[in-house]
């Protein structure tokens, strides 16, 4: 069974010499990098955990969101989506 995300998390991930980095046009101060695009995927995840647990005092599960069994459209370029659940739903 799945559940609706309650929010779509975009974050543009580039490669620049040999580091990764990503930011969030849906999360103002988000910046990451890491030296794959799977610890900076990673990293990103841990840190939207940690704004919603500061910010709205809400536990989350974030997961990327083409393994999320959620169905969302892709977005052209490079950028991943996460989604992310209420604990309760995850």
């Not at 610890?39 to 005092?57: D, G, I, P």
Request: aromatic share 8%; glycine share 4%.
């Amino acid at each position: 069974m799945t559940h609706d995300a309650a929010w779509i998390i975009r974050v543009n991930l580039r490669r620049e010499a040999d580091m990764f980095y990503a930011d969030s046009p849906d999360l103002m101060g988000l910046h990451i990098c890491g030296k794959t695009a799977e610890q900076t995927c990673e990293t990103v995840m841990k840190a939207v955990k940690a704004l919603f647990k500061h910010n709205r005092n809400m536990d989350v599960e974030v997961l990327p969101a083409t393994t999320s069994g959620e169905n969302f459209p892709r977005i052209s370029g490079p950028c991943e989506q996460f989604a992310v659940f209420p604990r309760a739903y995850a």
